[in-house]
């Protein structure tokens, strides 16, 4: 494996996850019935 290959493997392992959790806390704001009541 190229040290090339690693360091896009290692930023999108990063950043998939952050940009789901970015989406998910987007969409929990945006609809209040389902946060904290």
Same mark, same amino acid.
């Given at each position: =494996?190229? !040290?090339?290959?690693?360091? /896009? =493997?290692? *930023? $999108? $392992?990063?950043? *998939?996850?952050? &940009? *789901?959790? &970015?989406?998910? /806390?987007?969409?929990? !704001?945006?609809?209040?019935? !389902?946060?904290?009541?």
């Amino acid at each position: =494996m190229s !040290r090339q290959w690693m360091t /896009l =493997m290692a *930023i $999108l $392992l990063v950043y *998939i996850p952050v &940009a *789901i959790d &970015a989406t998910v /806390l987007h969409v929990a !704001r945006a609809d209040p019935q !389902r946060g904290a009541g």
